[in-house]
């Protein structure tokens, strides 16, 4: 409770800008972090798009290399038997 009143009184405390300056210079600010976000965003759209079309290669080239058949070589066996024809 005392924690409220407190702030109660801090918030009542609190001078409000009056004059049109204030305003004009919050507008002013406003509009450049908003430019700054819209060129944050456009810039982080580009990265998608080009990794987007990154990953899109990969696709293709895995589909690739899935399509092929894979060569099959004579191996030997493994471990100490072997066979009576090598």
Avoid: C, Y
Wanted: aromatic residues 4%; negative net charge.
């Amino acid at each position: 409770m005392r924690a409220f009143v407190e702030f109660r009184h801090m918030a009542t405390s609190l001078t409000l800008p009056d004059s049109s300056a204030d305003i004009a210079q919050l507008r002013k600010d406003f509009e450049e972090l908003k430019l700054d976000i819209e060129d944050i965003l456009h810039d982080q759209n580009d990265i998608n798009e080009s990794t987007r079309m990154q990953l899109d290669n990969i696709t293709l080239a895995l589909a690739e290399l899935q399509s092929k058949e894979p060569r099959q070589k004579s191996r030997r066996r493994i471990g100490f038997i072997q066979d009576d024809n090598q």
